[in-house]
């Protein structure tokens, strides 16, 4: 049975109540759904349905909106999701955030760990402050404290744990990075990130300098779909479930992910201005990322460097940091401020640069090495000074990277 309430010839409005009520009647469910108009107080649209199986009304609740009315270009947006009742069960340990996945790197007796949050509305977190001992804290657990070569670093107990580091949120990255030095790296260290009363905890290995092999796991290119969008495991690989199990089998020691752990157009079209919605663009895509290696990355050391779709660039030849008009030019389509913040997600936790002196428009690097396993890495950046080959070889003339010109020997 369906009632429709609304004045012929005008749209919805701009804000709708929507509410679903279920009763279980004899061995079925009888279901009952309404769209409220806030600002008129009225039905506007409602449906039931008597004799739903009980299977029928069992899983996840989720709220999707497709182009409505006919000939709009876009939906609807939903907040304030509430349930309740005794046919509902809560699993808080399914949660996903506030702390999306921590990233570290150990190295040298440093030890530097970046969790990732999304984007938070001004009231939910004091913003580019250091936050208050009740926020933001990363904390370590006996017995790792044999040496008591971090005791100094302690600075508050709660129950078995120990706040040895803070940080400050960031407030385009969404992210708090910690650095504790005088790391025992002979001995595995729980850990857990503590932020506003939710924690993500997990393990810091002991480096394994003196094992007679390491094994390195590598990642490069992270898509989430293939086209044509079949709604089953051919079509959508998001969250990656089987990589991530056959990953773990191999029980790696470090991981490398090493570039494109986010595709612009994956998934969701996307966004490059204003910045502000680029940011936000960004962390929608780089929020599937982190829901893929969380687990993976909570106790391994992680090696992640972004390319040029992390910076919404395809083919980038960085030309020291300078400002693209166009694809080929060389330098950085999107603004500095867009590229700082992709790079605080995915490098923060890397050992400190080599020289951190940042290239042209205020762009900061990253580059330096890490030592674990017995092993010295080199961590390199080289888009961010490649010259463009349209610039540089213009008898070329190249396009995307590709010469056109006929008998060119490159």
């Known amino acids: 049975e369906r009632e429709m309430e609304h004045e012929e010839g005008r749209g919805l409005p701009?804000?709708?109540?929507?509410?679903?009520?279920?009763?279980?009647?004899?061995?079925?469910?009888?279901?009952?759904?309404?769209?409220?108009?806030?600002?008129?107080?009225?039905t506007i649209a409602?449906?039931?349905?008597?004799?739903?199986?009980?299977?029928?009304?069992?899983?996840?609740?989720?709220?999707?909106?497709?182009?409505?009315?006919?000939?709009?270009?876009?939906?609807?947006?939903?907040?304030?999701?509430?349930?309740?009742?005794e046919a509902i069960e809560t699993h808080p340990e399914r949660e996903f955030g506030p702390i999306l996945a921590c990233l570290h790197t150990l190295s040298r007796g440093r030890l530097r760990l970046t969790a990732q949050l999304p984007p938070l509305a001004r009231d939910d977190a004091p913003v580019g402050l250091l936050l208050v001992p009740s926020g933001a804290q990363f904390q370590v657990r006996p017995p790792a404290w044999g040496d008591g070569r971090l005791v100094a670093r302690i600075t508050e107990t709660v129950g078995p744990w120990r706040t040895v580091a803070r940080a400050a949120l960031d407030p385009d990255a969404s992210t708090l990075t910690f650095e504790v030095d005088g790391w025992d790296d002979t001995a595995k260290t729980p850990y857990r990130v503590y932020f506003e009363g939710h924690v993500f905890d997990g393990v810091v290995r002991k480096d394994p300098k003196d094992e007679d092999e390491i094994v390195l796991a590598a990642f490069t290119g992270t898509k989430h779909f293939t086209g044509g969008l079949r709604w089953n495991h051919d079509g959508i690989w998001f969250?990656?479930?089987?990589?991530?199990?056959?990953?773990?089998?191999?029980?790696?020691?470090?991981?490398?992910?090493?570039?494109?752990?986010?595709?612009?157009g994956d998934i969701t079209g996307v966004e490059r201005r204003p910045v502000e919605r680029a940011i936000l663009d960004y962390h929608d895509k780089w929020r599937r990322f982190c829901c893929m290696v969380r687990d993976l990355a909570r106790d391994r050391p992680t090696i992640c460097i972004p390319d040029d779709h992390d910076v919404f660039h395809g083919n980038l030849w960085g030309a020291r940091g300078r400002r693209a008009r166009r694809q080929d030019d060389g330098g950085y389509l999107m603004p500095p401020r867009f590229v700082i913040m992709v790079q605080r997600t995915q490098t923060a936790h890397l050992p400190r640069p080599f020289d951190p002196t940042p290239v042209e428009q205020g762009i900061g690097v990253y580059y330096t090495d890490l030592v674990y396993g017995g092993v010295s890495f080199a961590i390199?950046?080289?888009?961010?000074?490649?010259?463009?080959?349209?610039?540089?070889v213009p008898a070329g003339e190249f396009q995307n990277g590709w010469p056109q010109a006929e008998g060119f020997d490159p």
Do not use: M
């Open 380 to 392: 390199l950046e080289d888009r961010k000074f490649k010259s463009s080959p349209t610039v540089a």
């Open 14 to 42: 701009a804000r709708v109540r929507f509410q679903v009520y279920g009763q279980p009647r004899g061995g079925a469910w009888h279901l009952y759904a309404r769209a409220f108009d806030v600002a008129r107080a009225r």
């Open 239 to 264: 969250p990656h479930a089987d990589l991530v199990t056959h990953v773990e089998a191999h029980d790696p020691d470090l991981l490398f992910f090493s570039g494109d752990q986010i595709y612009e």
């Open 46 to 85: 409602a449906a039931t349905l008597p004799h739903a199986a009980p299977a029928d009304v069992a899983g996840g609740i989720a709220l999707v909106s497709h182009r409505a009315p006919t000939g709009a270009s876009t939906g609807y947006a939903f907040s304030d999701l509430e349930g309740w009742g």
